[in-house]
């Protein structure tokens, strides 16, 4: 085995930050949430709930709040990733060991204990199920066709919607349409067979 390469972590994208992280991984230690790996890196949880991660990559380490929208932020230090997309995750990015404040992050950290222990969380908003017009129009004049469609749940009500909208020439989505008609009086969602 080859000792002179150092070990990379999976949460340290570039093994820039092991000493960081570490710092990190301490001050989450001395909480009551219990460490698990998920997607790669450490991960904490409170009852099941994923509440605080940790990582490093190309140019800051941090530590995000997977429902830091609820967090006071007194300091101003979270930020939203990606604006728009991310409603309750927030992150505290750092780029040296010496910007980690011990007593702030702990409080951070603790507030997100207390938030998880109340329940503070966004719901997820349903999305609205829409039908293309050609699938609608066979819907329409197939009484069949729309009992048995209207049993399916909203994602598979979906999948057969994006797949018709999928294509770009009418006569494909006529053809779609005359393909999925028989799945659907059959009860057979369109990826069924990959489930």
Known sequence: ???????????????????????????????????????????????????????????????????????KDEKKVLVNAQEGITKSLRQWR???????????????????????????????????????KELQLAIDTNSTLAETFQK????KQREFHEYIEEAKREPTKLSRIEKITPMILANIGLNDKYK
């Open 94 to 132: 750092f780029n040296s060991i010496e910007e980690v404040n011990e007593k702030e992050v702990l409080t951070y950290i603790l507030e997100a204990i207390e938030n998880e222990n109340a329940g503070k969380v966004i719901k997820a908003t349903a999305k609205e199920t829409l039908i293309s």
């Open 1 to 71: 085995m080859d000792t002179s390469t150092p070990k990379k972590h999976t949460w340290d994208k570039n093994n820039n930050w092991t000493e960081e992280l570490h710092l990190l991984k301490e001050i989450l230690a001395q909480t009551e949430l219990i460490e698990t790996t998920k997607w790669g890196g450490p991960v904490y949880v409170l009852n099941n709930k994923n509440v605080i991660g940790i990582g490093g990559f190309k140019s800051y380490f941090g530590i995000w709040f997977f429902n830091g929208v609820f967090l």
């Open 152 to 155: 399916f749940s909203l994602a």
